[in-house]
């Protein structure tokens, strides 16, 4: 499991009133909410990290974070639980290590607002190494395969472990980037027991149902209309998805109203001057959370101090059909990438998200194509394409789509130089007709001067986000989805719901 953080300097205190934010998560309680701390050490000597390849960190004006929820029956040290921590999980035995919450997060660096953004767990999508498949699969299915590969080759299972877990959150990162078009810049994870503790430590959270529940699947027995609930119950009532008239998709709307009233309540509260509320907050995330080790959590505070419940708002993805089903029986939930990224880029004030916000250490230029092609001879024209998505022969797709058109084929394989999450072209002179017409051919890439690469050469980096011809995005997002006959069931964004309000808004 991720090692322990190493512990700041001792002696620090709180910045302005103490009010500290930290990244918490939990398995359907995913958000940014605030401490205060006499001394930051209490919190960061005992967090849990993990080593990951992620995004800039906010060099492009924001901060996206990657919140998830695992359905993990350990804590964020790896510890199995205590039987009386399981039993009030109500969530059975059988261990999952799918990621059935998946929030994408963006702070402005000033940190004046938070936009929250919900995938559905069905959604179908691209995963590296996978294929099309539901994301909420893309984390435990490639540290299932991984790890199996790790023990056939010698290695212990405690680095089979490590190193698998490191690629499955490393594929949903990379997923979530594909379908979003928003690189990811900080990961934070938690397990069933964070929900629990988490929702304790301040006191527990009001909801309101529209109407009664008595679910016996996921425990949700609940009256109509407001109530407060801690937790078992509120892990109960965030994790009901059978009875309701949306499945996912309500339940979604559930942990919104949640997380809103969670971040309205600690903002607010007597939590921050509460030393017993503090201590307990300060065991749950200790416990629960699993941070990227590159994030400086205190650095980010700073941020954060003036954010106000009323600027941290929740969203969903646009949904092409809540209902569809694949070509072998799955039931999915089918998204189109175009659609959503083109929703997330306007959701975050971003007309070209992450276009431009990635580059490598070699670079002397940089320059974006648009889609026209210049005249060019092709024929001319050597393409050499690297794939850095983790999709298993997708460069092999790309050059063979380049050479359709007429170019011819340079070298073909995987990355081995700087790890990338944007594609692009590289090239000695970034103005030469050569690279711009191959960037344009592949939808538009962003080229990169690169002045170790002979005069005239051109080479293409291929990352988790490409869509351009050779990809599976290309051929549209139904290819491989059934046509059931009937109309589907679109579920169009839904307005926001922020951490503002006075109380609870009412939900199925």
Request: a negative charge; charged letters at 20%; one cysteine or more.
């Amino acid at each position: 499991m991720p090692d322990n953080e190493e512990a700041p300097t001792t002696g620090r205190t709180a910045f302005g009133r103490g009010q500290i934010a930290v990244a918490a998560a939990s398995v359907l309680v995913l958000l940014i909410t605030g401490f205060a701390w006499r001394s930051v050490d209490a919190l960061t000597s005992n967090l849990a990290t993990a080593r990951l390849e992620l995004g800039d960190g906010g060099k492009d004006g924001a901060v996206d974070i990657l919140m998830v929820g695992t359905d993990s029956r350990t804590d964020a040290h790896g510890n199995p639980l205590s039987a009386d921590e399981l039993a009030s999980l109500r969530a059975g035995e059988a261990e999952a290590d799918n990621t059935d919450t998946i929030v994408l997060i963006r702070v402005p660096t000033d940190g004046s607002s938070a936009t929250a953004v919900s995938i559905p767990r069905d959604s179908y999508v691209e995963v590296p190494g996978i294929g099309r498949s539901k994301i909420n699969a893309a984390f435990g299915a490639t540290r299932a395969t991984e790890r199996q590969r790790l023990l056939d080759d010698g290695d212990s299972e405690d680095t089979a472990d490590k190193e698998a877990t490191q690629a499955g959150r490393e594929a949903l990162i990379k997923s979530v980037a594909n379908l979003t078009g928003i690189t990811v810049d900080h990961y934070g994870e938690v397990g069933l027991l964070g929900f629990v503790l988490l929702t304790d430590a301040v006191g527990g959270v009001d909801v309101c149902l529209n109407n009664p529940v008595d679910e016996w699947m996921s425990g949700a027995k609940f009256p109509a209309g407001e109530q407060t609930l801690s937790g078992s119950n509120a892990l109960s009532f965030v994790r009901q998805r059978h009875d309701l008239p949306r499945g996912d998709l309500d339940r979604i709307v559930r942990q919104q109203v949640f997380m809103a009233s969670l971040v309205h309540e600690v903002l607010n509260a007597k939590t921050l001057s509460n030393p017993g509320k503090l201590a307990q907050l300060t065991s749950a995330v200790q416990r629960s959370v699993v941070l990227d080790d590159n994030w400086d959590i205190i650095d980010f505070a700073r941020q954060l101090q003036g954010l106000a419940g009323g600027e941290v708002k929740f969203q969903t993805i646009p949904v092409v059909d809540l209902n569809a089903m694949t070509d072998y029986g799955e039931s999915i939930v089918q998204v189109d990438p175009k659609a959503v990224r083109t929703f997330v880029a306007g959701l975050v004030g971003d007309s070209d998200s992450d276009s431009d916000s990635d580059s490598d250490s070699d670079s002397d230029s940089e320059a974006t194509t648009g889609s026209e092609l210049p005249s060019i001879d092709t024929s001319k024209v050597t393409v050499d394409v690297s794939n850095d998505s983790g999709i298993g022969g997708l460069a092999s797709r790309v050059s063979e789509a380049l050479t359709e058109r007429g170019y011819v084929q340079g070298e073909v394989g995987n990355n081995t130089g700087t790890t990338v999450s944007t594609s692009r072209v590289l090239t000695a002179d970034p103005e030469s007709d050569a690279a711009k017409a191959v960037a344009a051919a592949l939808g538009g890439l962003t080229i990169v001067g690169d002045s170790s690469l002979p005069t005239g050469a051109v080479k293409v980096l291929i990352a988790a986000d490409y869509t351009g011809p050779g990809s599976d995005s290309a051929a549209g997002p139904t290819s491989d989805i059934v046509d059931m006959g009937t109309s589907p069931t679109p579920a169009p964004p839904g307005p926001a719901i922020d951490a503002g309000s006075k109380g609870p808004r009412c939900v199925n």
